[in-house]
């Protein structure tokens, strides 16, 4: 949960070094290399037959178009903000997704999420500015974000059920990879403005945020269950606004603390 709440200031920075489609293709390309060490390691046997594409491909659609997204909306101002909206809506997302599939929910559950909603309320100062904050058109590419991953949670928690999570989350990776190639433009590139800034985010946004917080949040979630690990995602509104209040210069107040501290008690409660 900190590298990806991290991944929001990050994905800002190398905003101005790259295009949209750019960074999907070299973020996925990245993290689909950091993790072939670990398959090969394992010694386990890279097929892509349609056995494996046929749960793959859904959630590689999933990844391209929240990726496309998420650097949609990180390349303006309020990051920090717009974290907030997106892993508050996140788990609500899979809880909903969750009831309609398995037409059963726990009471713990709807309460922990309820906190977590109350906390990331609280954090966006919804109860004074109204609910014009979440809906403003400057959010909609947070609000895709939201919904994609939130429907990527219970895809890829069914699709680990029939291959090895980490081959699944490999295999993830290289055809997103794929899917990005033909949105790039490389030869707008200049190689040359890559200073250590954009290295360091770059890094940290790809195989930090993706090849390792993505990857261990995937896997956990065929594990724990997608309820339970995306209500986790409540602890990155106060993270990432933290974390932008020191790079970004965004403003940390008294809400964001409280708010904060509701997400942490609905992790507790959900996991409990």
Not at 63 to 88: C, D, H, K, Q, W
Not at 108 to 129: C, P, Q, R, S, W
Request: with cysteine; proline share 3%; hydrophobic share 55%.
């Amino acid at each position: 949960m900190i590298t990806w709440a991290m991944a929001w200031t990050n994905a800002h920075i190398v905003n101005t070094y790259l295009s949209f489609y750019n960074l999907v293709f070299f973020r996925f390309l990245l993290g689909s290399i950091s993790l072939l060490p670990i398959i090969i390691f394992q010694k386990n046997k890279i097929n892509f037959s349609w056995n494996i594409i046929k749960y793959v491909f859904p959630a590689s659609i999933l990844f391209l178009f929240y990726n496309i997204s998420f650097f949609m909306a990180t390349e303006n101002p309020g990051v920090g903000r717009g974290a907030v909206l997106v892993t508050t809506i996140n788990p609500i997302i899979t809880l909903l997704i969750m009831i309609a599939i398995k037409r059963i929910i726990k009471l713990k559950e709807i309460a922990g999420i309820a906190l977590g909603i109350l906390g990331g309320l609280i954090i966006m100062n919804v109860f004074t500015d109204g609910l014009g904050v979440i809906f403003h058109k400057n959010n909609i590419y947070f609000l895709i974000c939201a919904l994609t991953w939130g429907i990527m949670t219970v895809v890829v928690n069914y699709g680990q059920k029939k291959i090895l999570p980490l081959q699944f989350i490999f295999y993830c990776y290289t055809l997103t990879t794929i899917l990005a190639f033909p949105l790039t433009d490389i030869a707008v590139i200049d190689f040359n403005s890559w200073d250590i800034s954009f290295y360091v985010n770059f890094l940290l946004v790809s195989v930090g945020a993706m090849s390792f917080g993505t990857s261990i949040y995937m896997y956990f979630t065929s594990v724990i269950g997608p309820v339970k690990s995306s209500v986790f995602i409540f602890s990155v509104p106060f993270l990432a606004l933290a974390i932008s209040s020191v790079f970004l210069e965004e403003i940390i107040n008294i809400r964001t603390v409280v708010g904060g501290l509701l997400s942490l008690i609905a992790i507790y409660v959900v996991n409990k």
